[in-house]
């Protein structure tokens, strides 16, 4: 059963509808929302229906009501916009019912991100957009359905579309990813400040009392001066550059891999300045000050964030938590980190999606690099490593060569499947992951990478370098975002098989996730976890010999995973 909700206030309205998304009863108008919704859940445990969780459900989590099913609207909007080619296209109720009307289509609202500095932490899940009438939020899921319904019809761009039904599992997961978001960030990973301060104390040296760089970087500052024989302010490129010009070295970059190249006592110096003050600054006391409290880091996690459909955050860098800060992860006192993560899970699903027969086969194994290195590399898991990371990310020069000629003489259903991703991305076509999202079209800015901010991307159909930067795009889309669906049904299974115990989730990232739980599940869990995992896999690729095995750890602390 589906149950819209509108909220109003501290009420709000709420309208069953039927199987189809069709009205089944009256609106109801109720002066308590939250706990309209609890009763309802207790009573029926319906799938709700609303314009957005990160407007609605931060409001119930607080007050003590989980709920079990829900369909985000707007992200719903995001993936079906995508699938009809019409990528980053307003999303929201409003957006989407103009549209439906055939009205001028207003622009989505701003995102969080736009608000004042001062402003960010108290506004946070705290944003409220203002609802419209029932009949659009019905209105607008119902075309959504049909709309759904039609994309298998669609003439593809490329021989690996979504098939029949598989969007409405993605619209499924991603709104299942949005609750977790949601409590996620409202529970907080749990986060010990004294010993992240004894951390940077030991790193970085004392803080400046006027708030400038710690000891540690005036005394590295000091010495590249020395070294350089000039004056030179180590965080800025053009004048290092002008530096080492000086001295004779000529650089095209201050970046690592080519720095480490380079035989002067000022390199040392400069990569130990650059990696202390990049801990400074993304995770230095500034941070620690503003991201924890009360013992909690609490990060707003956006679910499909970045395009290829991984999650992003809003602050706080709560994906990039570097190693050495995750020391500052602690279970509280009777408590553990359960840690789980997906080992080599690209490769693997290069393997399900594909249907090689002995690709999957070599993903039967625990280690997949080692059983492709035993069949076709001559035992060397190097080479075939290379290989295999060389098909998904376009390295097909170099080194790459050979590994790469043997990858596609023993695995030839897996090759083409990524050439053929690349070929269409190269002429300004779509690809789509195996539930269906679908990759952007050329002509909007796009991530390389995707976890980087990149250009804007031209279609070109001659070839040439921009051609072939949006091929390496689509044939990573495919898998990477397909690794991003697996993760995501692993994640809504596991909340539902954690609803009946004290544990929780804290923390998701890509391909690992984390619960805290009391010791005493701690057993329960790590099973729960394995579980999660294999039911992803039946549910994306049914009967496969590729296995997604996921490494877990029951740890006090975060940094002691493997």
């Not at 699938?83 to 019912?97: I, T």
């Not at 397909?482 to 995501?488: F, H, M, Q, R």
């Amino acid at each position: 059963m589906l149950v819209a909700v509108l909220p109003e206030g501290a009420g709000g309205l709420l309208r069953p509808l039927a199987d189809d998304g069709t009205p089944a009863g009256p609106e109801q108008r109720v002066a308590d929302l939250v706990e309209a919704v609890r009763r309802t859940e207790a009573a029926d445990r319906p799938r709700w229906l609303w314009a957005s969780t990160a407007d609605v459900y931060p409001r119930l989590v607080r007050a003590g009501v989980r709920i079990e099913r829900c369909y985000d609207l707007e992200l719903a909007e995001a993936l079906v916009l995508g699938a009809e080619g019409r990528w980053g296209q307003p999303r929201s109720l409003a957006s989407a019912s103009a549209r439906l009307a055939g009205l001028p289509v207003p622009p989505d609202p701003p995102s969080r991100a736009a608000l004042p500095p001062g402003e960010f932490q108290e506004s946070l899940f705290e944003v409220e957009t203002a609802p419209g009438p029932p009949a659009e939020l019905v209105d607008v899921h119902a075309a959504q359905r049909t709309r759904v319904a039609g994309l298998a019809e669609l003439p593809s761009a490329h021989s690996f579309p979504p098939r029949a039904g598989s969007m409405r599992t993605l619209i499924a997961a991603e709104s299942a990813g949005a609750l977790v978001a949601v409590e996620m960030g409202l529970a907080g990973l749990p986060w010990r400040p004294d010993v992240h301060d004894a951390l940077l104390r030991g790193l970085l040296g004392a803080p400046s009392p006027v708030g400038g760089p710690p000891a540690r970087l005036v005394e590295l500052n000091t010495r590249l001066n020395e070294a350089l024989g000039q004056r030179v302010h180590p965080d800025s490129p053009a004048e290092l550059l002008r530096a080492f010009a000086r001295v004779g070295i000529m650089l095209r970059s201050t970046r690592r891999w080519e720095l480490q190249h380079v035989d002067h006592p000022a390199v040392p110096i400069l990569l130990e300045y650059k990696e202390l003050y990049r801990l400074w600054v993304a995770h230095g006391w500034s941070w620690l000050e503003q991201w924890v409290t009360g013992g909690r880091f609490r990060a707003e996690y956006i679910p499909g964030g970045v395009v290829s459909g991984r999650w992003a955050t809003r602050g706080g860098g709560a994906l990039q938590i570097p190693k050495v800060v995750r020391k500052a992860v602690v279970a509280d006192p009777g408590w553990t980190l359960v840690v789980a993560d997906a080992g080599q899970l690209e490769p693997r699903v290069l393997a399900a999606v594909s249907g090689d027969r002995r690709l999957a086969r070599a993903a039967a194994e625990g280690d997949l690099y080692a059983a492709l290195a035993a069949e076709a590399f001559d035992g060397d898991r190097a080479k075939a490593k290379l290989a295999l990371l060389g098909a998904m990310y376009g390295q097909t020069g170099g080194n790459a060569a050979p590994a790469l000629a043997a990858l596609r003489r023993f695995y030839p259903t897996a090759w083409d499947l990524v050439e053929e991703a690349a070929r269409t991305g190269e002429t300004g076509g779509l690809v789509r992951t195996w539930l269906g999202r679908t990759c952007p079209p050329p002509s909007v800015t796009w991530r390389e990478g995707f976890d980087q901010p990149g250009e804007g991307i031209e279609a070109d159909t001659r070839g040439g370098a921009r051609g072939r930067a949006r091929g390496r795009f689509t044939r990573n889309f495919v898998i990477q975002g397909t690794a991003a669906e697996w993760a995501l049904v692993l994640l809504a299974r596991l909340r539902a098989v954690l609803s009946g115990m004290r544990a929780e989730l804290v923390f998701f990232q890509h391909d690992e996730v984390v619960v805290h739980c009391p010791l005493d599940e701690a057993a329960e869990v790590a099973r729960a976890v394995q579980a999660a995992g294999d039911e992803a896999r039946r549910l994306l690729f049914g009967d496969t010999e590729v296995r997604f095995p996921l490494d877990v750890s029951v740890v006090e602390r975060y940094s002691d995973a493997k």
